[in-house]
C-alpha cells in the first residue's frame, strides 16, 4: 500500500516521577543516505620504552570498544502532512507547519529540567555541608543530563545514541506566519559503548539501553559468521597451509 514503510525512528526517554516516558520522533521521510563512521579504540600499546601494565606491551591490545558514528539528512515538509489529511497532525501542520518536528530534534541536545534541578540541589547541600572545594574533597555532580535517546533504523539497528550535531537548513516559510513549512536537518549520533551505558544513572533506562546494544552486539556477531558461508569457497586455495 503506498505511504506504508518501515520508517527510522528516534526514541527519546525522560523521567517524569519515577517512570521514563518515551518519546518517539518519527522520521517523516527516511533519509536517503547514511554515513556510518568507525573510528579504532584507543591503543594500550606503549608508544616508546617497556611495557608497564597487563596487555600493554601486545600491540593488538585496546582499551574498550571502537568508537560508532552515523550522520544523515532529515528532509521535513508540512505541504505532506496536510495533504494526507490525518487529524490531528494535518491541523497541526496547517498552523505551526513542521516546527514542532524541529522542536523535537531540538530537544534531543537540551538537559532535562529535572535532572537539573536535582544536580543543583545536590551541588547546594555539599556546598552547604563544607564538602566543596574547600575541604579539599572533589565531587563530581552532574548539573544536568541530555535525554537518553535509540537509534531504531529498522528493526536491524536500534543503538543508544548521543545526539553530537544538529545543524538545519529552514527552506520555506508560511507566508502568513512565517513559521517553517520546509526544512533538512544535518544530524550527527555517537553510538553509546558499552562502558558508557554502564556509567547512566536512571536504573530502568539503563536496562532498556543494555537490552538494545546486546541484542545489537549479538547481531552483529551472528551476521559476521554468517559471512563465512560466502567466504568459505573463495579462501579455499588463497592461504598456504
Same mark, same amino acid.
Given at each position: 500500500?503506498?505511504?506504508?514503510?518501515?520508517?527510522?525512528?528516534?526514541? /527519546?526517554?525522560?523521567?517524569?516521577?519515577?517512570? #521514563?516516558?518515551? !518519546?518517539?520522533?518519527?522520521?517523516?521521510?527516511?533519509?536517503?543516505?547514511?554515513?556510518?563512521?568507525?573510528?579504532?579504540? $584507543?591503543?594500550?600499546?606503549?608508544?616508546?620504552?617497556?611495557?608497564?601494565?597487563?596487555?600493554?606491551? !601486545?600491540?593488538?591490545?585496546?582499551?574498550?570498544?571502537?568508537? /560508532? /558514528?552515523?550522520?544523515?539528512?532529515? $528532509?521535513? %515538509?508540512?505541504? %505532506?502532512? +496536510? $495533504?494526507?489529511?490525518?487529524?490531528?497532525?494535518?491541523?497541526?501542520?496547517? +498552523?505551526?507547519?513542521?516546527?514542532?518536528?524541529?522542536?523535537?530534534?531540538?530537544?534531543?541536545?537540551? #538537559?532535562?529540567?529535572?535532572?537539573?534541578?536535582?544536580?543543583?540541589?545536590?551541588?547546594?547541600?555539599?556546598?552547604?555541608?563544607?564538602?566543596?572545594?574547600?575541604?579539599?574533597?572533589?565531587?563530581?555532580?552532574?548539573?544536568? +543530563?541530555?535525554?537518553?535517546?535509540?537509534?531504531?533504523?529498522?528493526?536491524?539497528?536500534?543503538?543508544?545514541?548521543?545526539?553530537?550535531?544538529?545543524?538545519?537548513?529552514?527552506?520555506?516559510?508560511?507566508?502568513?506566519?512565517? +513559521?517553517?513549512?520546509?526544512?533538512?536537518?544535518?544530524?550527527?549520533?555517537?553510538?553509546?559503548?558499552?562502558?558508557?551505558?554502564?556509567?547512566?544513572?536512571?536504573?530502568?533506562?539503563?536496562?532498556?539501553?543494555?537490552?538494545?546494544?546486546?541484542?545489537?552486539?549479538?547481531?552483529?556477531?551472528?551476521?559476521?559468521?554468517? !559471512?563465512?558461508? !560466502?567466504?568459505?569457497?573463495?579462501?579455499?586455495?588463497?592461504?598456504?597451509?
Amino acid at each position: 500500500m503506498p505511504g506504508k514503510y518501515f520508517r527510522g525512528a528516534f526514541i /527519546e526517554f525522560t523521567s517524569a516521577m519515577l517512570i #521514563p516516558i518515551p !518519546n518517539v520522533i518519527v522520521f517523516q521521510y527516511n533519509p536517503e543516505s547514511l554515513t556510518h563512521t568507525w573510528s579504532p579504540a $584507543a591503543s594500550l600499546a606503549p608508544s616508546g620504552g617497556s611495557a608497564q601494565g597487563p596487555g600493554q606491551g !601486545n600491540p593488538l591490545a585496546v582499551s574498550g570498544d571502537p568508537g /560508532e /558514528e552515523f550522520s544523515f539528512t532529515l $528532509a521535513m %515538509d508540512a505541504a %505532506d502532512t +496536510v $495533504a494526507d489529511g490525518f487529524p490531528p497532525a494535518s491541523a497541526l501542520a496547517s +498552523v505551526a507547519g513542521i516546527y514542532p518536528r524541529l522542536a523535537a530534534l531540538e530537544m534531543l541536545l537540551f #538537559p532535562s529540567t529535572s535532572s537539573g534541578g536535582a544536580g543543583a540541589a545536590l551541588a547546594a547541600a555539599a556546598s552547604a555541608l563544607g564538602g566543596g572545594a574547600a575541604a579539599g574533597v572533589q565531587r563530581s555532580v552532574p548539573m544536568a +543530563v541530555v535525554p537518553t535517546v535509540l537509534f531504531v533504523w529498522g528493526p536491524g539497528r536500534i543503538l543508544p545514541v548521543r545526539v553530537t550535531s544538529l545543524r538545519i537548513n529552514e527552506k520555506l516559510y508560511d507566508p502568513t506566519l512565517l +513559521v517553517p513549512t520546509h526544512a533538512e536537518a544535518e544530524i550527527g549520533l555517537k553510538v553509546l559503548t558499552s562502558l558508557e551505558i554502564e556509567a547512566l544513572d536512571d536504573g530502568l533506562v539503563k536496562d532498556i539501553v543494555k537490552t538494545a546494544y546486546s541484542y545489537m552486539s549479538t547481531l552483529r556477531q551472528g551476521l559476521a559468521l554468517a !559471512n563465512l558461508v !560466502n567466504s568459505a569457497d573463495s579462501i579455499i586455495g588463497m592461504l598456504p597451509f
